[in-house]
């Protein structure tokens, strides 16, 4: 009680100064940005719990990791395990700048010496840059000099996709498959099943796939597979399917099991929705 009272009186004898009104908001928007920064983070957590436990082989390791080294733990989970399962390529205006010469050499190459092979340099340069429509055209003139390029073939097909024009995705994915049905081990054969489902000829896509899977078990077609069988009825031969995606995907080394970790998580959300 004596050591209560000192305090008392000293308080008393020095009283705390009374805030002006530009202090009282400088605190009242501090406090505001604060909660703003802080819901961001937690939803940012629960992103980075959510992917570790969905893709993550060491799931048990990392989240502790999460959970205990925040905030440098998320962001340590983001960098190391996050950006390279998905394999997000640098924007295209970086990889334009930084092969800006590259490119030039290219297209003087092509315009000089004028052979598919040097179109077909430039284009595959102009795509990997996010050039399509430059890439198409260089496509185009390798095509013009040798219709049966399987190089400018599937650059205008990878080009086509990605412009969503599935019907020449198709045509010239089928091209390439009539001249060498295991060219670029399979990723030809995946663009053309692809392109069957998004133009909607669902019969002649599970068709294909069921021919794929069996040469090329590559994860995303087994998932459209498996959803085809779940469309069209065929319970059992979907749940076989995406049960095969998952054991693949666990048998694989942890590095492309994290690469193909969103396969393996819609193919359990995909057995999750199917009839027992």
Request: with cysteine; glycine share 6%; net charge positive.
């Given at each position: 009680m004596w050591l209560l009272a000192q305090v008392a009186t000293q308080?008393?004898?020095?009283?705390?100064?009374?805030?002006?009104?530009?202090?009282?908001?400088?605190?009242?928007i501090l406090e505001i940005l604060g909660s703003l920064l802080t819901l961001p983070y937690f939803g940012f957590l629960i992103w980075?719990?959510?992917?570790?436990?969905?893709?993550?082989?060491?799931?048990?390791f990392w989240i502790w990791i999460l959970i205990i080294a925040q905030p440098i733990g998320a962001i340590a989970y983001f960098i190391l395990r996050?950006?390279?399962?998905?394999?997000?390529?640098?924007?295209?205006?970086?990889?334009r700048w930084?092969?800006?010469?590259?490119?030039?050499?290219?297209?003087?190459?092509?315009?000089?010496i004028g052979n598919p092979h040097q179109f077909v340099q430039w284009g595959d340069a102009l795509r990997e840059v996010g050039?399509?429509?430059r890439a198409s055209e260089a496509y185009d003139r390798a095509l013009k000099k040798d219709p049966q390029n399987l190089q400018a073939l599937w650059g205008s097909a990878q080009v086509a996709v990605s412009q969503k024009r599935?019907?020449?995705?198709?045509?010239?994915?089928?091209?390439?498959?009539d001249k060498d049905a295991q060219y670029k081990f399979g990723d030809v054969s995946l663009v053309h099943g692809r392109s069957l489902n998004e133009l909607?000829?669902?019969?002649?896509?599970?068709?294909?796939?069921?021919?794929?899977?069996?040469?090329?078990?590559?994860?995303?077609?087994?998932?459209?597979?498996?959803?085809?069988?779940?469309?069209?009825?065929?319970?059992?031969?979907?749940?076989?399917?995406?049960?095969?995606?998952?054991?693949?995907?666990?048998?694989?080394?942890?590095?492309?099991?994290?690469?193909?970790?969103?396969?393996?998580?819609?193919?359990?959300q995909l057995l999750r929705k199917l009839p027992s």
């Open positions: 308080m008393a004898d020095h009283p705390v100064p009374p805030l002006d009104h530009g202090t009282l908001w400088t605190i009242a980075m719990l959510v992917h570790c436990y969905r893709t993550e082989p060491d799931r048990q996050y950006l390279p399962s998905k394999e997000f390529p640098a924007p295209a205006f970086l990889r930084t092969r800006g010469r590259e490119l030039v050499r290219l297209e003087t190459a092509a315009e000089q050039q399509l429509d599935f019907g020449d995705a198709r045509s010239l994915s089928r091209r390439v498959l909607g000829d669902l019969d002649a896509a599970r068709t294909h796939f069921e021919l794929h899977v069996r040469r090329w078990r590559h994860p995303e077609a087994m998932y459209l597979l498996a959803r085809l069988c779940a469309n069209q009825g065929d319970t059992i031969a979907a749940r076989e399917h995406a049960k095969g995606l998952i054991q693949d995907v666990n048998g694989s080394p942890a590095a492309i099991a994290r690469k193909f970790g969103r396969w393996k998580s819609r193919a359990r």
